[in-house]
């Protein structure tokens, strides 16, 4: 099994608990394309008139807005093996917000509108889809609801939990505003922590 069909195979298990048949398979792997980006490198940015789904196979991602003053809100930290779309987020045709590569990435590249066709063709293909789906709303639900009633302590340290290395491949800017605090209240955050253990 070559490295693209063992990851999509994966892909498939993780979101929708089945098997790829090897034809379809074939025909999924025939429409994405590795593209690398280096660390700092906008993967799409917003205003972009674009319909990919995206499959990081190495590194991290970082997907982020700018609000109307200019700055820079993190909103979401992407992993390997995670899938991400730049059709979710898209309003009159255009991109709403950034996905930059944290660290040097590797990704499978897909056409949203030939995977949708071959979706139609393959239902099978379409609860994978459906399941990728599920998670982003899921992330999205846990996401509101820890700004909402969590303290900024916690939400640093369920972001610790989740990545561990954090700290190490992160902007600690980029870190504070995913926790919805200043970079100086981060500091006091993680001295906080240190000093307690």
Avoid: W
Avoid at 19 to 35: E, S, Y
Wanted: proline share 2%.
């Amino acid at each position: 099994m070559t490295e693209i069909e063992q990851i999509l195979s994966g892909v498939a298990n993780r979101y929708a608990k089945v098997m790829i048949k090897k034809d379809m398979l074939g025909r999924l792997i025939d429409l994405g394309t590795f593209v690398d980006f280096s660390a700092g490198e906008l993967i799409v940015a917003a205003g972009d008139e674009e319909s990919k789904l995206y499959l990081l196979v190495e590194g991290l991602i970082r997907k982020y807005y700018l609000d109307y003053q200019g700055n820079d809100l993190t909103h979401q930290f992407l992993e390997a093996g995670q899938v991400f779309s730049s059709q979710h987020i898209v309003f009159s045709g255009q991109v709403m917000c950034n996905f930059e590569a944290v660290e040097p990435c590797r990704m499978v590249c897909f056409d949203y509108g030939l995977v949708q066709q071959l979706m139609l063709e393959e239902p099978l293909l379409t609860h994978v889809y459906i399941g990728i789906l599920e998670e982003t709303l899921r992330i999205k639900l846990v996401r509101e609801t820890a700004l909402l009633t969590e303290s900024a302590t916690e939400r640093y340290l369920k972001l610790k939990a989740e990545i561990p290395t954090i700290d190490q491949r992160v902007n600690h800017t980029h870190i504070a505003s995913y926790i919805g605090v200043t970079p100086v209240s981060l500091s006091r955050i993680r001295r906080t922590l240190r000093e307690e253990n």
